[in-house]
């Protein structure tokens, strides 16, 4: 079945947990869920960040009448398909939902209905994707350390290059780590603008603005660089961050930022743009204990289980406790753990270098895109390093 994206709102626990483990066994993204659609206005606005291919509505706990809200989705970005959900087969609330333009009405069990449901509206969306000319085609993808020194960065630069590596597509490494200006050391970007320049200009980006910003760094991998010294201005408004973001997802395959360390409604609204969000930490305590509280912090902002990532950094073979002790611990699975190579790095970044290809670390980051992208793993790592 082809991937989609999937938005959920449902206002009944009951009938969410059982729609919630139908999904599970599926080959689908969960772009965000929610408990109920009180706000409308709040809820499009998440369907514009996210742009899921289909939203699962409770039809128990819409804010309008259901052919107005099915109205509002068509002219929001993607125009998502509806799925209509109800606890119960009433056959004139089926005729009523397809009248209003519901693509499916679906009620418990969910399989295999939902599974053959999904896979239908899968088919039309790939056939109108290859009618239309792609809008917001890119998937936008963030590096968030759970503390200083976590190697959020070193993972961001080095899964920009494998994403274009393995996919041979067009793709962006961001820095929007204000503070640190290390993408702009390690990728060696001669450009004299910087992020801060495309978020002080969102009305003027266009290709060829945007081209003056942007360096090249290898094959079809582009960099924007965080500034030389930290803002001496306010931090952009959120509302920069989204229009830049979406910019680069209209632009560009892959979209990869860096987002330095903590939370802030700068950070807040990049992410809200993201299509996937990998929290990276350490074995150490501290970071632990920060990593969990991000996670609450984020959970509670409304980000899916589905966007956030968990990646262990500085995974040794000497580690007092165990990665399934700290799973348990931290109530999250790691979606990809990451070599210790501290001294490689320490070397590589002594000439301004990324890892070669055949590091340790490369081949975590390698499998990292390979479940990310989708693309089949390598057989084999070429010796290759990003500057010779």
């Not at 052919?67 to 509002?72: D, I, Q, T, Y």
Request: hydrophobic letters at 45%.
């Amino acid at each position: 079945m082809l991937e989609l994206s999937i938005g959920v709102a449902l206002g009944d626990a009951a009938l969410y947990d059982e729609l919630h483990a139908a999904l599970r066994e599926l080959p689908v993204r969960i772009a965000f869920e929610q408990a109920g659609l009180r706000d409308l206005q709040g809820f499009l606005d998440k369907v514009e960040r996210q742009r899921p291919d289909v939203v699962l509505v409770d039809l128990g706990s819409l804010p309008c009448e259901l052919p107005m809200f099915v109205e509002a989705l068509a002219q929001a970005p993607g125009s998502p398909f509806v799925v209509a959900i109800h606890a119960a087969s009433d056959p004139s609330l089926i005729l009523d939902a397809l009248r209003a333009g519901a693509r499916e009405f679906l009620c418990p069990p969910f399989q295999p209905m939902l599974q053959t449901a999904l896979l239908r509206l899968a088919s039309e969306r790939e056939r109108s994707r290859s009618e239309q000319p792609a809008r917001y085609r890119g998937r936008l993808v963030g590096f968030l350390g759970a503390k200083g020194g976590c190697g959020a960065t070193t993972l961001a630069c080095h899964a920009a290059r494998e994403l274009e590596t393995a996919t041979g597509k067009k793709t962006l490494l961001c820095d929007l780590d204000l503070h640190s200006g290390l993408v702009r050391f390690l990728l060696q970007t001669h450009s004299r603008y910087s992020v801060l320049d495309a978020l002080a200009n969102t009305d003027r980006l266009d290709e060829s603005f945007w081209q003056a910003l942007v360096s090249n760094g290898t094959g079809d991998l582009e960099v924007l660089a965080g500034p030389d010294a930290a803002p001496s201005r306010d931090l952009p408004t959120p509302k920069e961050v989204r229009d830049v973001l979406q910019f680069c997802r209209s632009y560009y395959d892959w979209g990869v930022f860096d987002l330095g360390r903590g939370l802030s409604p700068f950070v807040y609204a990049a992410i809200e743009e993201l299509n996937d969000l990998f929290l990276v930490t350490t074995p150490e305590v501290p970071a632990l204990h920060r990593t969990k509280h991000l996670m609450q912090q984020l959970l509670a902002h409304g980000m899916s289980r589905g966007t956030l990532h968990l990646v262990l950094n500085r995974a040794g073979r000497r580690m007092e406790v165990s990665v399934p002790e700290l799973e348990t611990i931290l109530g999250e699975e790691f979606y990809v753990t990451v070599a210790d190579c501290e001294r490689e790095l320490r070397d590589a970044y002594a000439e301004a270098k990324l890892l070669p290809a055949n590091s340790a670390l490369a081949a975590d980051v390698q499998r990292l895109v390979t479940r990310l992208a989708g693309v089949p793993e390598k057989k084999k790592s070429r010796g290759f390093s990003l500057f010779g």
